[in-house]
């Protein structure tokens, strides 16, 4: 059993930037692929990005390639979201999961879920 909490969430002018922290629960952190999905209002849940199980490759929707990165510290069970130059678009929950597949894209793929920050885009 992995717990995910996700934390950084927040209200940012159009142009910010914010910094998204997920903590995993557990010592198998470094065998899951950790991503990032967000949900807008009236809409389904999307991919944002996912990290590898080693950090070694990224993937990313293109919706925000060039302005989020992701990233992880498998010492500390952490996965981030850096994102950068944020739009009104980009106002949804961001939620991080975990995925002891390899199919990083996915939603259905994940197995564990956080409960998921709010990001507010102001434009």
């Known amino acids: 059993q992995v717990q995910l909490i996700e934390s950084g969430g927040g209200l940012v002018q159009a142009g910010g930037s914010l910094t998204l922290p997920c903590v995993a629960s557990?010592?198998?952190?470094?065998?899951?692929?950790m991503g990032w999905f967000r949900q807008a209002p009236g809409k389904e849940r999307e991919f944002v990005a996912a990290?590898?199980?080693?950090?070694?490759?990224?993937y990313y929707a293109d919706s925000v390639k060039g302005r989020f990165t992701i990233s992880r510290d498998n010492a500390e069970n952490t996965v981030y979201l850096q994102m950068i130059s944020l739009k009104a678009e980009d106002t949804a929950v961001y939620y991080c999961?975990?995925?002891?597949?390899?199919?990083?894209?996915?939603?259905?793929?994940?197995?564990?879920w956080g409960q998921g920050t709010k990001v507010t885009v102001s434009s």
């Open positions: 557990g010592r198998t952190f470094s065998t899951y692929i």
């Open positions: 990290n590898s199980k080693s950090g070694g490759s990224t």
């Open positions: 999961a975990a995925n002891s597949g390899n199919l990083y894209h996915l939603r259905n793929a994940y197995d564990y």
